[in-house]
């Protein structure tokens, strides 16, 4: 039963933009915060981005700020990252995951998301 699905990744040149989507199941999307990772190759996956149910709240990995933007569209089940100014070291498998809680009050982890896409590839060549 799949849940999360991700699209929208692809190959674009440094300085591109990408608009990531992630469709959703009601039931991991509806009263939970809603987060992307990423991982590179040979690499740990990081924190991106996330957005809580409960406030709006965004939190947003230091290497991303004013490039990336997270929205959900809380009637389509659906999360959006828009990226703009790729940089090459932006390549990765990006994942969206839904939190275990409808807010966090601090940069959430890896261990504070529960269910998992299967992830969309993102490659910036220079």
């Known amino acids: 039963q799949v849940q999360l699905v991700e699209s929208g990744g692809g190959l674009v040149q440094a300085g591109g933009s990408l608009r990531l989507s992630c469709a959703a199941s009601g039931r991991v999307f509806v009263g939970y915060t809603m987060g992307w990772f990423r991982q590179a190759p040979g690499k740990e996956r990081e924190f991106v981005a996330a957005l809580n149910w409960s406030g709006g709240r965004t939190f947003y990995a230091d290497f991303v700020k004013s490039r990336f933007t997270i929205s959900r569209d809380n009637v389509k089940n659906t999360m959006y990252l828009q990226m703009i100014s790729l940089k090459p070291e932006d390549t990765a498998v990006y994942y969206c995951?839904?939190?275990?809680?409808?807010?966090?009050?601090?940069?959430?982890?890896?261990?504070?998301?529960?269910?998992w896409g299967q992830g969309t590839q993102v490659t910036v060549s220079s």
């Open positions: 995951a839904s939190g275990y809680s409808d807010r966090y009050s601090y940069t959430p982890t890896v261990a504070d998301f529960r269910s």
